[in-house]
């Protein structure tokens, strides 16, 4: 099996994240809210490959706080009964587009 990137129908408001994140080759998204009932936006995703997900990590939290007062949140999970971590971004819903700026801006 080869992973392909496909188009889906997301939330309006975290649609610009999505979209930024899906330029980065390794990055596959998941899932996304444009806010949950904690009031937050995010998006869930993974790595094409596992051996990559804490570089990958590492690298997208040091591009997130370069933004100034960034309320942004770079979790890794690993969920009972998954064989794969997930990573899930998530952020107050008036930061998405700043955040997928920075994002966008930094993608290869």
């Known amino acids: 099996m080869t992973p392909v990137k496909v188009t889906a129908w997301v ?3 975290i649609a610009p994240l999505v979209e930024a994140l899906n330029r980065y080759p390794n990055l596959v998204t998941c899932e996304s809210c444009q806010q949950d009932s904690d009031g937050n936006a995010y998006v869930l995703f993974t790595v094409f490959s596992e051996a990559e997900l804490f570089t990958e990590a590492s690298k997208l939290a040091g591009i997130v706080s370069e933004i100034p007062e960034s309320r942004a949140v770079l979790a890794v999970e690993w969920w009972y009964g998954s064989d794969t971590p997930l990573i899930r971004l998530r952020c ?3 930061d998405v587009q700043p955040l ?3 994002l966008a801006s930094h993608a290869p």
């Open 92 to 94: 107050p819903p008036a």
């Open 100 to 102: 997928a700026d920075v």
């Open 11 to 13: 939330d309006q408001g």
